[in-house]
């Protein structure tokens, strides 16, 4: 699923912010 797969990207770019 696109959706899932852009929502997981979302995710990890603010894990990354957030370092």
Known sequence: DV???Q???VD???LE???
């Open 12 to 14: 990890f770019l603010h």
């Open 17 to 19: 912010m957030m370092c």
């Open 3 to 5: 959706s899932r797969d």
């Open 7 to 9: 929502q997981t990207f």
